[in-house]
Nanobody, 122 residues
């Protein structure tokens, strides 16, 4: 069983930066796809980004502002978020999957973290 633990959320002003971390425990998941989803108040959870092998994929709204990276030695994935906007305010969830056919389909992700709050003030 894999456990995912997110950290790094918080309150930041518009234009600021945060770095989220997601650390896996329970078993090695070096070959797993790992991604981020977010859920804003009153909205459905949505795909943000995924690192799948050597490929990083981002949703259009964060392309150029968010950067994924991964340290397999630490079983940790990072999401560097720059130029943050109020519309980025949400609970951010880390997710992992042994394999994916559709990176944006949350049903394909096997393991989920509890989420970390990101709030961007205007």
């Amino acid at each position: 069983q894999v456990q995912l633990l997110e950290s790094g959320g918080g309150l930041v002003e518009t234009g600021g930066s945060l770095r989220l971390s997601c650390t896996a425990s329970g078993q090695a998941i070096g070959s797993y796809a790992m991604g981020w989803f977010r859920q804003a108040p009153g909205k459905d959870r949505e795909f943000v980004a995924v690192i799948n092998g050597f490929i990083n994929i981002y949703t259009d709204s964060v392309q150029g502002r968010f950067t994924l990276s991964r340290d397999n030695d630490k079983d940790t994935m990072y999401l560097q978020m720059d130029s943050l906007r109020p519309e980025d305010t949400a609970v951010y969830y880390c997710a992992a999957a042994p394999k994916l056919s559709s990176v944006t389909n949350e049903a394909e992700y096997t393991y989920w973290g509890q989420g970390t709050q990101v709030t961007v003030s205007s």
